[in-house]
């Protein structure tokens, strides 16, 4: 395919040239590309960090909640503007062999909250509820979490900062005053100033600095693309280990936890997380698999989700809007067959959006499709090749992915084809985990994987076969950067959204390493909806795969 024609409307090139203080050459716009692929060189060995977790003697995560008093507060968005959700813990986990699950009706579930710091006029009472973490295996150790209370908000106004305290009044057991701000109103001029995405957050020394960063943008909301805890890279007596697969010596009848890791995590996020709304989506570091097939309990319980709102009636898959944006979020780790329910509800979800009122319309989901990384190279195939044309027919304008951790940013692209009309494909799952930072590509010489070792049996089927056409033809790996990689670089960091109208948005990835007001990686996303008209798809039956599950 040949390059597409450079067009730069007047309105980018005056915000470009206010965003980059009228530096040479300013920010690319999509309509620039394709671009040829780039890879930054690694920095000296590759920039990693201090890939150490925090230890549970970290002040950041150690409890300072008394009695039943809250902690752990976060605030997540309900699918519309005028409803939130506040979630909190009360009550200290316990871990041993013996151990008493908390009442969960024993505490209450209170919001007071109004416009205004004084009086906390308004009141919104909820549910709560404790889950288990249980390895009945002699040596191992059972979990159960404080209370975890959750409490949606609603009638409130779009656009407005709120006060807020949650915890059991009767107790005398409230959290201090909390803000948050609503998102905008839905429409095509109304967007959320700065949307912050990370992936693969886990709990290091690297996650604080991603964290300082993210917080100096001061994003109005945080997209979380799955992964967070890394509870699942410790044994239960919570020796801990730097890589899932190459864990332990001691093969445990089932992968262990150390579920204190996600206490420490939402104490040490809870000064972001009570004042900026955030979204999570699961990764497979969510599984965290127990005894009788249970798996996702600490990723159900501990997050709210926009599930009944946005008629999924489910935590792994939903959608929410933010002013003119639709979010889609997807599992990939449970059925995304086209027979299945979530294959079901996106084509419904997809089929009620009104671009006139929501323009811009971005999916997430855990494991890239377009990754050109040797790790999890093709990993998620047969979610590809079932999910795309559904996507691709609705015209999703951003996907955002983490699972490899690193940062790659693709042209537009469909079906391995450079394509103006597809979405744009990034990758952050460089957020700073201790599994480290991934360095190497799947077209680097000798390093091309075996097809049959990217498959991951949580991700059901096995789809990754050569390709077919184009200049890697009956390979499995390119020779070279492929075209559909615009740019990739194994550094730490996240990335900001800035909507600024119906056509136009700036994205920006900041670099761990760099100063808070740098960025290592800018991009205009330009939407061409004349161009790229909406034809939904009429969707057959196709192959089923081998899943988890189907709920
Ligand atoms: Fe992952």
Redesign the pocket.
């Known amino acids: 395919m040949g390059k597409w024609r450079w067009t730069l409307p007047l309105a980018v090139a005056i915000v470009a040239s206010t965003v980059v203080g009228g530096g040479a050459g300013g920010i690319p716009t999509t309509l620039d590309g394709p671009f040829v692929p780039v890879t930054s060189p690694l920095d000296g060995a590759g920039f990693r960090g201090r890939a150490v977790d925090l230890p549970d003697s970290d002040p950041r995560v150690r409890r300072r909640a008394r009695g039943f008093e809250p902690e752990q507060i976060s605030v997540s968005l309900s699918a519309t503007p005028d409803s939130v959700w506040i979630s909190w813990i009360t009550g200290n986990f316990q871990i041993g062999e013996h151990i008493m699950p908390l009442d969960p009706t024993s505490v209450a579930s209170v919001v007071r909250y109004g416009r205004l710091r004084q009086p906390l006029s308004q009141k919104a009472v909820g549910h709560s509820l404790v889950y288990n973490q249980l390895y009945p295996f002699e040596g191992l150790k059972n979990y159960t979490s404080g209370i975890i209370h959750h409490v949606r908000l609603t009638r409130l106004k779009p656009g407005r900062k709120y006060y807020y305290r949650c915890g059991d009044p009767s107790l005398q057991a409230m959290s201090d005053i909390h803000v948050f701000k609503t998102m905008p109103a839905l429409g095509p001029r109304s967007y959320p100033k700065r949307i912050a995405v990370a992936g ?1 957050l886990g709990l290091t020394y690297n996650t604080t600095s991603t964290v300082d960063h993210m917080r100096s943008n001061k994003p109005d909301l945080v997209v979380l693309v ?2 967070v805890s890394y509870a699942d890279l410790y044994l239960t007596n919570g020796t801990g280990s730097d890589c899932y697969h190459c864990s332990f010596k001691t093969v445990s009848p089932v992968h262990e936890s150390y579920q204190p890791r996600w206490d420490y995590w939402g104490r040490f996020m809870e000064p972001l997380t009570s004042t900026i709304p955030i979204m999570v989506v699961e ?3 969510e599984i965290e698999e127990q005894i009788e097939g249970k798996m996702f309990e600490a990723y159900n319980s501990r997050f709210a989700f926009p599930a009944q709102e946005s008629g999924s009636f489910s935590t792994f898959y939903y959608s929410f809007n933010a002013g003119g944006i639709h979010f889609v979020m997807l599992g990939a780790y449970i059925s995304y067959n086209r027979s299945g329910e979530q294959y079901r509800w996106l084509e419904r979800d997809l089929a009620g959006v009104d671009r006139k009122v929501t323009p811009w319309l971005v999916a997430s989901w ?2 890239p499709w377009y990754n050109t990384y040797k790790s999890h190279y093709m990993e998620a195939e047969c979610m590809r090749v079932e999910m795309e044309d559904l996507l691709y027919s609705y015209g999703v304008d951003i996907v955002f992915n ?2 490899v951790h690193a940062y790659e940013r693709s042209n537009r692209v469909y079906n391995y084809t450079l394509d103006p009309c597809g979405p744009l494909y990034i990758t952050v ?1 460089d957020g700073g985990n201790r599994e480290n930072v991934t360095t190497r590509h799947a077209d680097d010489p000798g390093h091309c994987p075996e097809p049959l070792s990217t498959h991951d049996k949580h991700l059901g089927g096995f789809c990754a076969t050569n390709f077919t056409s184009g200049p890697a033809a009956g390979k499995f790996c390119w020779d070279r950067q492929p075209e559909y990689s615009a740019y990739r670089e194994s550094s730490f960091g996240h990335g900001i959204l800035e909507v600024m109208n119906e056509t136009h948005a700036l994205w920006t990835w900041h670099r761990n390493q760099d100063l808070y007001n740098s960025t290592g990686d800018a991009i205009y996303v330009v939407r061409q909806p004349d161009k790229c008209s909406v034809q939904p798809m009429v969707t057959k039956p196709h192959k089923t795969q081998t899943l988890i599950s189907d709920s």
């Open positions: 693969d799955g992964d990764g497979n570091h855990h494991p983490g699972h799952g």
